[in-house]
Nanobody, 124 residues
Framework: VQLQASGGGLVQSGGSLKLSCEAS????????VGWFRQAPGMQREGVAC????????SYADSVKGRFTISRDNAKSTVYLEMNELKPEDSAVYYC??????????????????WGQGTLVTVSS
């Protein structure tokens, strides 16, 4: 499956952004989807993930209460709404999809398809 991430940009600390990840598949509801981010010089880290039906979500501790992941399977799209953004949230954000199972969906190795990334910059 091919993924197209969008919605990144420059925002002030405390602001909000909503990222979108559109998939090129008619069987989108077969895939778990995750958002990951990578800052310069840092390892890629899992931010949020959502199960196939959109009923179960997981978040990194650093974003809990501020970020919300959701999906619209009819539109083959997953969203990441980011509120109360902080400078440390600045990174390239990637969406990823997988048909694999597993108890922890914030692990990058679980995912087989990756989007191109969208840059989020939060100024202080």
């Amino acid at each position: 499956v091919q993924l197209q991430a969008s919605g990144g940009g420059l925002v002030q600390s405390g602001g909000s952004l909503k990222l979108s990840c559109e998939a090129s598949t008619f069987t989108f509801d077969n895939y778990r989807v995750g958002w990951f981010r990578q800052a310069p010089g840092m390892q890629r880290e899992g931010v949020a993930c959502i199960n196939r039906a959109g009923e179960t979500t997981s978040y990194a501790d650093s974003v809990k209460g501020r970020f919300t992941i959701s999906r619209d399977n009819a539109k083959s799209t997953v969203y990441l709404e980011m509120n109360e953004l902080k400078p440390e949230d600045s990174a390239v954000y990637y969406c990823a999809a997988t048909r694999r199972g597993g108890s922890n969906c914030l692990i990058a190795l679980l995912f087989t398809s990756w989007g191109q990334g969208t840059l989020v910059t939060v100024s202080s």
